[in-house]
């Protein structure tokens, strides 16, 4: 009987435990569906090879936690790197969220802006984006305190481009899909002295309070051809329908000119019959 007891409470023990542990495995795993914070840095390295921040202890100070949809400020400071030195011409320039990317994916949630074109590092922009969930936009750039303008968004790529569950935007980067002068930045103008700040929102990710992005005209960079003939001051070129005489404040283009001069000459026409008449008339 005793034996009979011993046993009933060992294995009454090891059932609480059990359960207890399975509880516990449970409690771990909600905790990860639920996880809805991240780490976000600013990714930065230049040309020379004075600032070099990869990852987010390089930049711990300018970090940011990302909760799902938002506006967000990440940066990065010269009291960040070993150099000291001014930097050179952007060579990568993303932000990177540590852990979004993966948990978008285990929601269901679309958030690659791009698809692979054979090789791994190869990317192809979506032609149709409609079928993206998540959206950034709103970019601001500031270099040593002043705004960058010249920002293409069209040109960004993003999503899960390490495959490593980092949900990555990438504005520039020598080593990408942006390589080559193709990314959303000129490089050049991507050259602090002492700090570099990028504001972005993020739309979609079905976390947080939902956010919405203003729409915006894509900018041309210099070199690029517009669709539009332009003048030199910016103007829309002169058509055979808007041709203006540059000096005349009356407004009048020379379509209207043409047609009051001819007017003018009918009635002189006229007036000549007329007085001719006249003189006939008197003889």
Known sequence: MKRKKIIASILTAVTMISSLSIGAFAAKDAEKEKKTEF???LMYADAAGNWQLFDAKSSERGNCKVNGDGTY?????????????????????CIDIIGLAKQLEENKVKCNNY??????????????????????GNIQIKVDGENVKNIIEDRMYYGNIEEAGTFRIELANDYGATKTGKGAVRVDEIAPEKKLEVTFTLAGTGMGTPA?????ATPKLPGSNPTTPLTLSGQAADTPTNIRLKNDDSGLNIGAIVGSITAAVIVVGVVVVVVRKRKKTKL
């Open 39 to 41: 780490t976000a840095f």
């Open 73 to 93: 400020t990440v940066s990065v400071d010269i009291s960040d790197t070993k150099y000291k030195k001014a930097a050179n011409k952007a060579s990568v320039f």
């Open 115 to 136: 698809e692979r074109i054979g090789e791994k590092k190869v990317f192809k922009m979506l032609e149709e984006q409609s079928g993206v969930d998540v959206k950034v």
């Open 212 to 216: 919405t992005i203003a729409p915006k």
